[in-house]
């Protein structure tokens, strides 16, 4: 049932990794605690993990890479060509890095029907019954 995350942070580097699947541990001890995911089929719950996971992978992981994109593109428009955040070079060897990652990352939402704005996490509760919903309404 966890495939899609440990598919996601698969070579991604402890530092990202980590705190990530911590994370995904800790949301999926809270859905147990609410009525309708504990209600929910196999293959609903799948679904919330599924989206869990890109969620929490957007959150971790494709927000920071858009931004350093960002930082990294008006960077070189004054001159800069290699900027270091930590151990890492943020240089057109990492662009290029993320732009496979970013439109692997689109291709998933994509074949899952979803957009990117749409991951966003409010709570634990408020995420299950709002994914419950739209899969009940996709069902009919």
Do not use: C
């Amino acid at each position: 049932m966890d495939e899609m995350i440990t598919a996601l942070t698969r070579g991604i580097g402890a530092e990202l990794y980590k705190p990530l699947r911590i994370q995904y541990w800790n949301w999926k001890k809270t859905f147990i605690n609410n009525i309708s995911y504990r209600q929910s089929n196999e293959m609903v719950k799948l679904f919330l993990h599924d989206v869990l996971a890109l969620s929490l992978f957007n959150q971790y992981v494709m927000t920071p890479i858009y931004g350093a994109s960002n930082f990294t593109e008006e960077s070189s428009q004054m001159g800069v060509t290699r900027v270091r955040m930590g151990s890492h070079h943020i240089d057109k060897k990492f662009t290029e890095t993320t732009e496979g990652i970013t439109k692997q990352f689109y291709a998933i939402n994509k074949n899952y029907g979803l957009k990117v704005e749409q991951l966003h996490i409010a709570s634990a509760n408020e995420f299950i019954e709002h994914w419950i919903g739209v899969v009940k309404n996709n069902v009919k």
